[in-house]
T-cell receptor
Framework: DAGVIQSPRHEVTEMGQEVTLRCKPI?????LFWYRQTMMRGLELLIY????????DSGMPEDRFSAKMPNASFSTLKIQPSEPRDSAVYFC????????????FGPGTRLTVL | GDSVTQMEGPVTLSEEAFLTINCTYT??????LFWYVQYPGEGLQLLLK?????DKGSNKGFEATYRKETTSFHLEKGSVQVSDSAVYFC???????????FGAGTRLAVHP
């Protein structure tokens, strides 16, 4: 299995631009999670899906952030417009979603907003 | 709400030294507990886990025991190697979909 795939691995953009991060979960997993990692705030859960349905988006920082999961093999996290404080590493993870199930993380997308 | 507290780093050890990284949690119900490791420039990898009280998770010489009475899940290794240098995260799995709540992470540096 290829594991969780994220793209791009690095993104540099200017303030005000739209940014789209992409994630392909492990085949067969039915839960998908988006996290953000910064030095100041550590690892934060932004949103998670089960069977392509958003379950909890309470971690999404602002309306500028949105996430979709149109099918079981693809999810996007969009920031529009981007701001310098959005600079972070964004991780996608997937699992079977049951109690105690392991979440498998992608390599992350390092976003820099200038 | 649910939370995880782990010892601050960095932890600096010589090769073959004994390692302990403390982790305590606050949770309603009976969470699952995890240790993840992050090597430079990479995503997080599961190191070990335990899903109920008194369970011991182990992997690659690392161990942690789920202690309900002390709400702890301390990570230990008897003899660390330079290759163990990484950031270690304690986490609890909460809710029906096992969302993870992470501690702040502890950076470990092992010197030859």
């Amino acid at each position: 299995d290829a594991g969780v795939i994220q793209s791009p691995r690095h993104e540099v953009t200017e303030m005000g631009q739209e940014v789209t991060l992409r994630c392909k979960p492990i085949s067969g997993h039915n839960s998908l999670f988006w996290y953000r990692q910064t030095m100041m705030r550590g690892l934060e859960l932004l949103i998670y899906f089960n069977n392509n349905v958003p379950i909890d988006d309470s971690g999404m920082p602002e309306d500028r952030f949105s996430a979709k999961m149109p099918n079981a093999s693809f999810s996007t996290l969009k920031i529009q417009p981007s701001e310098p404080r959005d600079s972070a590493v964004y991780f996608c993870a997937s699992s079977f979603g049951g109690r105690g199930d392991t979440q498998y993380f992608g390599p992350g997308t390092r976003l820099t907003v200038l | 709400g649910d939370s995880v507290t782990q010892m601050e780093g960095p932890v600096t050890l010589s090769e073959e030294a004994f390692l302990t990284i403390n982790c305590t949690y606050t949770a309603t119900g009976y969470p699952s507990l995890f240790w993840y490791v992050q090597y430079p420039g990479e995503g997080l990898q599961l190191l070990l886990k335990a899903t109920k009280a008194d369970d011991k998770g182990s992997n690659k010489g690392f161990e942690a025991t789920y202690r309900k009475e002390t709400t702890s899940f301390h990570l230990e290794k008897g003899s660390v190697q330079v290759s163990d240098s990484a950031v270690y995260f304690c986490a609890l799995g909460a809710g029906g979909y096992n969302k993870l709540i992470f501690g702040a992470g502890t950076r470990l540096a092992v010197h030859p």
